[in-house]
């Protein structure tokens, strides 16, 4: 129903601006956050994930390994209905020391032909401080949220780990995880943070601010870092040396990615391109971080997962849990519930498969 009628509709409605059913769809999910009864509607009719694809990953128990990633909900406000409609864990944010109105719309594009997005959204957010404050009257979902921390587009890049640690202080008590993003192509310089002399001092600072604030009893919020798709192999390795050398929890690959490789047509847009295109790409990078990690970190795939079988290989590849975005625009909320069956199904139907074949 979603793909015969609302996605047309919908699609047809904004046109000329893409965002606009964004604003809509989340303020829709907002009010819903609010109202527990329609809450548990919602969650009745979406959310049956099979309790055995629950895992534990960098010490927290995922319900479903199918996470929402970052740039959805940058600001937090639908956290509980996202909960409600299935996803195993929810990234918001990304969130700014400063708050910040992103580039000037149109600042979405859409691609049906190819399954995909272009974005120079900028990340717009209400930042760290009016963030937090909202929070502390919110009740939690009760899947893991991480939040996103990014640079402020007006903090000078010599300047950022200060912008990254004081979002890290100002949303401590509200995350499970936080994802450090040093990826996003539509902030000015954040890409050059992904070099290895700029991200050994901005993780350890991270790593050790982090520590601090649990305290000398508590275990510190898993850090990780959310990567581009346009790195070569050897930036890949510098980026992997400087994980394991500064203790983060885990990798996130991928960030959408510069490059318009296998699109039907190019719009011509400036941004980051998202979506089906994106899929080689990510799942070769996801699996050349598994390959080279060997186990001591975990990697969280995302980049163009439109059904379950994409799910599936992302997780054959290595990937510990994988996120979605612009499949959940294109496919709807029921995206969520058909991996996870697609995923549960594979589970139990695996082991008989294997023994046929021995
Ligand atoms: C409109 C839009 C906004 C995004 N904002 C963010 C963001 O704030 N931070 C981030 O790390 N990634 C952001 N992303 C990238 C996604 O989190 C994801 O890494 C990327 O789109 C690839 O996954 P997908 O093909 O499933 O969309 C954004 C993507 C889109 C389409």
Do not use: C
């Amino acid at each position: 129903m979603y793909q015969a009628i609302v996605r047309p509709a919908l699609f047809r409605w904004s046109a000329h601006d893409p965002e606009i059913i964004h604003h809509q769809m989340m303020a829709a999910m907002e009010l819903a956050a609010h109202l527990p009864p329609l809450l548990r509607v919602i969650q009745a009719v979406s959310a049956d994930a099979d309790p055995k694809l629950a895992r534990q990953v960098f010490g927290l128990r995922f319900p479903n390994p199918v996470g929402l990633a970052g740039g959805f909900d940058k600001n937090g406000r639908a956290l509980a209905t996202l909960a409600a409609l299935g996803f195993g864990f929810i990234e918001a944010g990304g969130v700014t020391r400063f708050a910040q109105a992103g580039q000037p719309r149109p600042r979405i594009f859409r691609l049906p032909a190819d399954g995909a997005l272009i974005n120079r959204m900028g990340l717009p957010n209400e930042g760290a401080e009016a963030i937090a404050q909202r929070l502390l009257s919110q009740p939690r979902p009760a899947v893991p949220i991480g939040w996103q921390l990014a640079k402020s587009k007006v903090t000078p890049l010599a300047d950022a780990t200060e912008d990254y640690l004081y979002s890290l202080r100002t949303l401590y008590p509200f995350a499970d995880y936080f994802t450090l993003n040093v990826s996003s192509p539509n902030t000015p310089g954040l890409r050059q943070l992904q070099e290895r002399g700029p991200l050994t001092e901005l993780l350890t600072a991270v790593v050790t601010e982090a520590q601090r604030l649990a305290g000398p009893h508590l275990r510190p919020k898993p850090i990780l870092v959310k990567i581009a798709p346009d790195l070569s192999e050897s930036a890949l390795d510098d980026v992997l040396a400087v994980a394991l050398a500064t203790g983060i929890s885990g990798l996130i690959a991928t960030n959408t990615t510069v490059t318009r490789e296998g699109l039907h047509a190019d719009p011509g847009e400036a941004g980051g391109l998202s979506g089906r295109p994106l899929f080689t790409r990510s799942l070769a990078v996801v699996r050349h971080l598994v390959r080279a990690l060997d186990g001591r970190l975990p990697v969280i795939g995302v980049g163009g997962i439109f059904g379950p079988d994409d799910a599936r290989r992302m997780l054959d590849a290595g990937a510990a849990l994988i996120q979605i975005y612009t499949g959940f625009i294109y496919e709807g909320p029921g995206i969520i519930r058909r991996i996870n069956h697609g995923l549960a199904a594979h589970q139990t139907a695996s082991p008989r498969t294997q023994e046929v074949s021995v």
